[in-house]
């Protein structure tokens, strides 16, 4: 049976916006008709400049950049429930490993798995009492190991561990 891998979230929540923030995003024709969204309005903001077609360029700190149409898809969801007056939480997803699979992914056992994480080598996250391990930091020290010549995963010293490894 294939293990699932565990998805955990962060989030944060914005909004609602205040009157005059909704007001200028009601005027967008990509947001009308968005969950409630008012009627467009007069705003300064948006004078003379009407759009025909839904995409979303950004500037920040003076770079400008098209986004593509995930990203615009996305900020066009946003932008949408801001302006029906929702508060939004935006969460972000990430795949993270239990040490069965981590160690599968450094050629470990998961005695010497857990015990790297003890000491720091690779960090975890706890969930509950169960470790969870990011794919890119077990990546980091597969990498760093091979690199920095004291051997590579599954070598002597991995290996003293293997046979204490119980089945998960």
Do not use: C, K
């Not at 955990?8 to 009601?26: F, K, M, N, V, W």
């Not at 948006?46 to 149409?69: E, F, N």
């Amino acid at each position: 049976m294939a293990e699932e891998t565990p998805i955990l979230t962060r989030s944060s929540t914005i909004g609602p916006l205040d009157e005059d923030e909704r007001r200028i995003l009601a005027g967008f024709r990509s947001l009308r008709g968005f969950r409630g969204t008012p009627a467009p309005t007069s705003s300064p903001a948006l004078a003379g400049q009407p759009s025909t077609t839904s995409d979303a360029t950004v500037v920040l700190d003076g770079t400008t950049v098209r986004l593509g149409p995930g990203a615009t898809a996305a900020v066009l969801e946003l932008l949408g429930r801001l302006a029906s007056g929702a508060a939004v939480t935006v969460s972000e997803q990430d795949r993270w490993l239990n040490t069965s699979q981590a160690a599968r992914l450094a050629g470990v056992s998961n005695t010497y798995l857990r015990q790297l994480t003890d000491r720091g080598e690779i960090p975890v996250t706890y969930r509950g009492t169960h470790r969870r391990i990011h794919p890119d930091d077990v990546l980091a020290w597969v990498q760093q190991r091979g690199s920095g010549g004291a051997g590579t995963p599954g070598t002597a010293e991995a290996a003293e561990y293997d046979g204490q490894d119980s089945q998960p």
